[in-house]
Each structure stands twice: as C-alpha cells, then as structure tokens.
C-alpha cells in the first residue's frame, strides 16, 4: 500500500476534532501498512501514528490514521500467531469471563468480537456457556479454530446487522478496543444486541499504567494498530456516553511466559535478539507468571427496561 489517505480523527468522548496535545510524532511510513504489521501478537516494533490527548477529558487517539476501508483490509488479511500463548490467554481471559456471573447469572448466550481462533468461545463453554459466537475479520484466524467453534464464528468486522437485536446475554471484547476507528458505534451496536440487563466485558491497555507512564513512546502499547487508548477514567466516560453502567472498573492481571515478556522488553535489537535466544533455548522461558502488566478490564450492563 504505497498510496495511503490519512484522515484526522475526533476524540471519542467529546466528539470534537483538533483540541488536543501532541504526546508522540508519527514515526511511520506506508509500507509499515501492511498486514504483517496488522497481524495479532507480534513483536513490538516501536512504531506509531501521531499520538494526542484530548485537552477536555484526556482521551488519547492516533490523530490522523487510514481510513476504514484501508484498516479493514489490514485485518482481514491479517495472520494468526498466538502460538504458545494460547493458554495462557485463555486463563486470563477466563479469570474475567467468571466475573460476569456477579451481573448477569444466565449463562446462555455469549458474543466475542474480535475472537481469533476461538479460544475465549472454547473457555466460555468450558464455563457453562450454552450458545457462544464470535466474529472475526482474519480467514487465517478463523481457518485455525478447531471443529465445533469454527463453526460459531463469522468472518466480518463488526457492523450493525449480523445479529438480532437483543440476542446476547454477554458481549466481550479483548484487546479490541484499542484498534476500533470508533468505539462508540461499536458500543452501541453492543448495546443494542445485548437483552435488558445484559454485561458487556471489555479488556485492554491502560495508558495510564505504571509501565506506560514510565516508558511513554517506549511502551509496547504505543503501536500503529491503535486508535484510542484508554483509562479506566475514559474508558468509564466512554462506556456511559454509549449507554451503559459500568459495575466495576479495575487493573488487570494478565499470565504470561516468560518468554512472551521477554518479547515487551525495550533493548536494542542486536541485545534482543541475543536474549530471546537465550530464553527460547532454555526451559525458563516456558514459565509463566501472573503479573499486572499495563491493562485494564470493565464491566458495565445494559439497564433493565424499568431503569
């Protein structure tokens, strides 16, 4: 893609276009807009679109970035990598999915946007889930879940439509946010395939983190895949402007090997490339831990019909 159209974006919560601050310059270039680079789970490569804060309510976005025809053929053809992750998300993720049974105590129907290969939908079963389904725009993705889930799973970006209203109990979202050009639209769209009383779990990074603070333009999360990066203040703010209560905001504690961490660390690359080396050969390197590193979850309901 040598002919990429930028277009400026409007903080999310406010609605408004320019007043922000300048936190990062943009420090791409169109080749770097490529589905390699789109693709789940790779190296942090430190590169990024011009980074703003909202000076009204401190929303951070990418401001400009490509359009939405472009980023949804990013994703589409974008690659599979989990590799030996999976279980490790799949006890994070889980950990989370539990919590919903505090709002919501009916296990029937369970959406996951932005699913990979499935194996949140697998871990939700796992959990007494009785109808889960995903959408999923990667047909690599999609082509690598197993038998049974595959199945449950279309191959779309999320858009009005693809679903009754009112069809869910739960609707999850994992590190998606970040990535949506606008989350509001999502949310509602959310919103409205959810029944009265139906929870909405969303889980991504927290700009506000220790690490992120510390490392700024440094921080894996200072990424070209992301539009929006939030707070649990904005994220709280976000989620109301689209309809919902939020029931409980806080860090996340994700488990990773040491391996996967081993990937985050900000050396130069010759230094790196020595370490991983290093950690792969060796049987550490498949340890895992839990730790609090830089995300955030919430949990917010849609209000019963007397509310």
């Known amino acids: 893609m040598t002919d990429i159209h930028l277009r400026p974006t409007e903080c999310a919560i406010c609605a408004t276009k320019g007043n922000a601050t300048e936190l990062y310059a943009a420090n791409f270039t169109s080749s770097d807009l490529s589905p390699a680079v789109f693709s789940a789970r790779r190296l ?38 989990y590799g030996a992750e999976l279980d490790n998300l799949a006890a994070t993720y889980g950990k989370y999915l539990q919590r919903l049974s505090r709002y919501m105590p009916s296990k029937n129907a369970l959406l996951e ?27 690599a993705a999609i082509d690598s879940a197993p038998n049974g889930i595959r199945e ?8 009005p439509g693809l679903f009754p209203p009112e069809t869910f109990d739960s609707v999850c979202l994992f ?23 139906g929870v909405i779990l969303c889980l991504n990074h927290n700009v506000e983190a220790l690490s992120a603070r510390l490392m700024k333009s440094r921080s894996p999360i200072i990424d070209i895949e992301h539009t929006y990066l939030y707070s649990p203040v904005t994220m709280g703010r976000l989620l109301a402007t689209s309809g919902f209560q939020v029931r409980e905001s806080r860090k996340a504690w994700n488990r990773y090997s040491l391996r996967y961490l081993s990937h985050l660390v900000p050396l130069p690359a010759s230094v790196k490339r020595r370490l991983l ?24 309901q849609r209000p019963s019909a007397g509310e």
């Not at 449950?152 to 858009?159: P, Q």
């Not at 970040?178 to 029944?195: E, F, G, N, W």
Request: hydrophobic share 40%; net charge neutral; proline share 6%.
């Open 277 to 300: 080396s290093a950690v792969e050969a060796s049987p550490l390197g498949r340890i895992s831990a839990w730790v609090p590193l830089g995300n955030l979850y919430c949990i917010a």
């Open 152 to 159: 449950k799973i279309v191959c779309s970006m999320m858009v």
């Open 44 to 81: 942090p490569d430190r590169i990024h679109y011009r980074m703003v804060r909202c000076n009204t309510c401190g929303l951070v976005r990418s401001d400009p970035v490509a359009d939405s025809d472009v980023l949804s053929q990013l994703y589409a053809a974008s690659t599979f990598d």
């Open 175 to 197: 590190q998606v946010l970040d990535h949506i050009l606008d989350p509001v639209q999502l949310l509602r769209t959310c919103y409205q395939l959810l029944k009265p009383s």
């Open 113 to 139: 946007i932005g699913c990979g290969n499935g194996f949140v939908l697998a871990e939700a079963r796992r959990l007494g889930y009785t109808d889960v389904r995903g959408v999923e725009p990667s047909r």
